[in-house]
């Protein structure tokens, strides 16, 4: 666990153990839907912090009839280094975080109606 002091700061993981501790909400970053929450903030700094670098890899693909062999590459390529450029897959994701945080916030005792009530605006309009 991270010191406490102003000069450090708590990593985002570190954060949700130590909520999830406080609250009795077990965090396993080797299970679902931690493990996703994991992948997402290691994909973040893959971004934020890229470095350049030689990687090999193994892959056999099978290319459909009539399929454009680099797009199957292109593809696959992807998927393997860029996981989380699928929209459907951060989708999914982001429907497990809020539940998961859902939960958190339930266990700190709130209800569930408040955890999205914080980040709603209101406007009004008037014309004249």
Known sequence: MPETSRSKRWRVLDKLKA??????????FGASPWSGIKELFQ???????????????????TIP??????????AALEEQFQPLHNLDKLDALAQEIDATLLTIWMAAGHDEFSF???GMNSWSLTAI
């Not at 609250?23 to 396993?28: E, K, Q």
């Not at 893959?46 to 193994?58: S, T, V």
């Not at 009839?65 to 292109?74: I, P, S």
């Open 116 to 118: 999205t009530w914080h």
């Open 19 to 28: 909520i999830g501790k406080a609250t009795g909400i077990a965090v396993d």
């Open 43 to 61: 994909a973040r700094d893959r971004l934020a912090h890229a470095k350049p670098g030689h990687r090999e890899f193994e892959l056999m693909l």
């Open 65 to 74: 009839d009539g399929a454009d062999e680099r797009e199957v590459l292109a």
